[in-house]
């Protein structure tokens, strides 16, 4: 499930900052990243299912393995997980209206944070 409309996707922020805000709203980085890319995990583990509320970036300057970059925010998805295959966010899934509400929370408050240091 995509989040339109949310303004991320015209968002670019100082990498560190970045990931210290995405943290505080528990959005992780953990090891998903390379020298270009990052992704910012949510996992939701409700009785549905497992879910991740993911924020996707890349480098617009800079470099993510060095911590100096410069990223720029795509569009937020929301996926269910499915054991052994992985993530799904096609227009088929049902994500629960709790879920959605709780992650257009998140992408609001992370946005409000963010506007405070973002080009």
């Known amino acids: 499930m995509k989040f339109e409309k949310t303004g991320f996707e015209t968002i670019k922020a100082d990498l560190n900052r970045l990931d210290e ?3 505080s709203h528990g959005l992780v980085r953990e090891a998903q990243w390379d020298y270009e890319r990052v992704t910012y995990d949510h996992k939701f583990e409700i009785k549905e299912g497992t879910f991740y ?3 996707f970036g890349h480098a617009a300057e800079g470099d993510v ?5 410069v ?3 795509m569009t937020p998805l929301l996926g269910k997980h499915y054991y052994p295959h992985g ?3 096609g227009e088929g899934e049902d994500f629960p ?3 959605v509400t709780k992650c257009e929370k998140i992408l609001a408050d992370v946005k409000n944070d963010i ?3 973002a080009e």
């Open 65 to 69: 393995g060095s911590h100096d970059a």
């Open 53 to 55: 509320l993911r924020v």
């Open 21 to 23: 805000v995405m943290k």
């Open 115 to 117: 506007s405070v240091f």
């Open 87 to 89: 993530v799904e966010y």
């Open 71 to 73: 990223i720029q925010l």
């Open 97 to 99: 209206k709790h879920l």
